[in-house]
Structure formats: C-alpha cells, structure tokens
Nanobody, 115 residues
Framework: QVQLVESGGGLVQPGGSLRLSCAAS????????MGWYRQAPGKQRELVARITSGGTTNYADSVKGRFTISRDNAKNTVYLQMNSLKPEDTAVYYCNSWPSTSNYWGQGTQVTVSS
C-alpha cells in the first residue's frame, strides 16, 4: 500500500514561485511513474506534469516552461517546482502515480496565486 503526502502549497503573488513536495511510503516507489495533478474550483482534476521511473518528463501545455517535475528515489519524494505563477494556477495540487490510482489520492496542498 502506498501513501502520498503533499506539502509546500501556500499563497503567492503572480509571478512568484513555490516548490511542492510529495513524500511516498512504500519501498516500490522507484518503479512508479508519478504525476502531479490539480483541481481548481468547479473544474475537473487535470494532469499537470508526469515523470517516469527513469526521469523522462512531460507537461501540460498550460505549464510548459514554467513548472519542473523531478524525483529523488532515495528519499521516496517527487517535487514540482512552479515558477512564474499565474492566478489560473490556483488549485489544490495532488500527486499520484501515472496513470493515477484511485486508492493513492491524498489530501493535496492548496496553491493560491493572488495579489
């Protein structure tokens, strides 16, 4: 069983940066492709970025060039560096495997971009 705990969210002004972390339990973390997802109020959850076990990354067009996903398998942690944040990035951010696994959803971390 894998448990995922997201952290690092907060309130930031437009143009600012945040770094999200996702700590995973379970010794099989390194074999999973992982993703960061987000859900804005009134919208469906969407995939923001994903990273394979080997480190290959892929991004949604809306965040390409601004967000960077990375992982540290020794620490069982996946990160999302978010730069040049925009108000439309406001959402609850979650990590999960990619494709997502219904049992792995955690509480998420709130990111609010506002002046």
């Amino acid at each position: 069983q894998v448990q995922l705990v997201e952290s690092g969210g907060g309130l930031v002004q437009p143009g600012g940066s945040l770094r999200l972390s996702c700590a995973a339990s379970g010794r099989l973390f390194s074999i999973y492709a992982m993703g960061w997802y987000r859900q804005a109020p009134g919208k469906q959850r969407e995939l923001v970025a994903r990273i394979t076990s080997g480190g290959t990354t892929n991004y949604a067009d809306s965040v390409k060039g601004r967000f960077t996903i990375s992982r540290d398998n020794a620490k069982n942690t996946v990160y999302l560096q978010m730069n040049s944040l925009k108000p439309e990035d406001t959402a609850v951010y979650y990590c999960n495997s990619w494709p997502s696994t219904s049992n792995y959803w955690g509480q998420g971390t709130q990111v609010t971009v506002s002046s």
